[in-house]
């Protein structure tokens, strides 16, 4: 068995049988269970309700603020404003809406007050705006002599139906959908080289500090040792996501035996009260569903591995490095910002790019540079990308993680016996000549 062999098993078997990484393994997916549960029961729970206290001098506007759930609109235009402001300053109301009397409409915009300890939130004031004004707007009307019965009918209201070039009918919200796939893949892939690009740095920076790199590095060549600690780290969360995904399907399984889920989208349901659903929602539903299985679902999946193998060989040859110059995580940070800033601009790009503009310069520029293609393109590929400019763009990715490969096994062939000196970014320009 060759010396890189020998190296990856030796680093999968340490991360695999490491009592965290085991843990993490079991314990993640209930974690993230338990908080899915929490922030559902969170979103069911019911604030307390606030009361506004309104004094309306003119009285036309009192009527117009119905209560709801969170907030008790109170009628209080009899009782003396400065009675009301030390209400609020002992916090017996949440805040007071002042409506003064004005001679005409256009002096009144200008003069409401609300009155509050805390700073209320904009859509709280909007809302109360959007009340005044609508009542405004109708008195302005009945006073000009419109027929606002007449105007109400006269309101356009304008639906747009969206459709392809071939004659077919497009939907809503597909744009949204597609970047919510291709971001969750995007966003996978980063976290993955963030979590696993560290594990690889901390376990040359173990080694390291404990000296026994000195005995490792006298058997084999950094480059190898560098690869084999990249790889066999990566097969270890390869290992960790299949887990993952067995505990997933089991957990579904099991619902579906236990309490009689079906987990087919049309099983146990008779034909009558499927076509009665489907003609209800107006057949919109089945259409998204069509959309959605025409999206490019074999190259969004294959192209998710190999844009993950090269993003995480790539930013792993970097973390590598980073171990190999310092001593210490705390020394290593000064060198992680320019790493993770790129992962960074990728998901901002991908959010606030590729949604409006899949195929625009910016969106196809950033897909092409290796640093940030692995998440800019797993986010353009649902919106149907050209092979070729999937094939460049790994080509770019795979050439770069070569060349950074190259840089990095320099810098940690000297970095990795270099003790009691935190390096800076000159010296480490300098190992990369050696």
Do not use: C
């Not at 995007?186 to 696993?196: A, S």
């Not at 959309?291 to 998710?304: D, G, H, M, V, Y």
């Amino acid at each position: 068995m060759s010396k890189l062999s020998l190296i990856i098993k030796r680093e999968f078997v340490a991360k695999v049988r490491n009592k965290s990484f085991i843990v993490m393994t079991f314990l993640s997916p209930l974690l993230f269970v338990g908080i899915a549960g929490f922030v559902g029961y969170l979103s069911t729970m019911k604030a307390d309700k606030k009361t506004i206290a309104i004094h309306d001098e003119s009285g036309f506007f009192v009527k117009e603020f119905k209560s709801d759930d969170e907030y008790q609109y109170v009628d209080l235009s009899q009782v003396d404003t400065k009675m009301l402001k030390d209400s609020i300053v002992s916090e017996s109301y949440e805040g007071l809406l002042i409506i003064p009397k004005t001679a005409d409409n256009k002096s009144l915009e200008k003069g409401i007050q609300y009155i509050s300890n805390d700073s209320p939130s904009v859509s709280f004031i909007e809302d109360m705006e959007e009340i005044i004004n609508q009542k405004l707007t109708q008195d302005n009307f009945i006073k000009s002599g419109l027929d606002t019965l007449a105007i109400k009918k006269s309101e356009a209201n304008v639906s747009i139906g969206l459709s392809k070039a071939s004659g077919e009918t497009a939907l809503k919200g597909l744009n949204e959908i597609k970047i919510v796939i291709g971001g969750a893949f995007g966003y996978l892939i980063m976290m993955f080289i963030v979590i696993y690009g560290n594990m690889v740095m901390r376990s040359v920076i173990e080694e390291k500090v404990s000296r026994i790199i000195e005995v490792i590095i006298s058997s084999v060549k950094p480059f190898q040792l560098m690869m084999g600690k990249i790889i066999g780290t990566s097969l270890a969360g390869i290992l960790q996501f299949m887990i993952w995904a067995i505990l997933g399907l089991t957990a579904m399984f099991v619902l579906s035996s236990v309490f009689g889920v079906q987990m087919g989208s049309t099983s146990g349901v008779d034909a009558q009260t499927l076509q009665n659903a489907q003609q209800e929602m107006g057949g919109s539903m089945a259409m998204y569903m069509k959309e959605l299985w025409n999206l490019p679902i074999a190259t969004l999946l294959i192209s998710f591995v190999f844009y993950f193998i090269g993003g995480y060989f790539l930013y792993s040859s970097f973390y590598a490095s980073i171990g190999a110059a310092v001593d210490n995580e705390t020394d290593s940070q000064q060198f992680l910002l320019p790493i993770i800033m790129p992962l960074i601009l990728g998901v901002y790009i991908g959010f606030f790019t590729v949604i409006n503009d899949p195929h625009g310069t910016v969106a196809t520029v950033f897909s092409m540079i290796p640093l940030t293609s692995p998440i800019v393109m797993m986010m353009r590929i649902p919106f149907g990308v050209p092979l070729w400019q999937i094939a460049v763009s790994l080509a770019l990715l795979f050439a770069t993680f070569l060349l950074v490969v190259w840089f990095a096994a320099k810098i940690y062939r000297v970095g990795i016996l270099m003790y009691g000196k935190k390096p800076t970014w000159k010296e480490l320009y300098k190992w990369s000549k050696y």
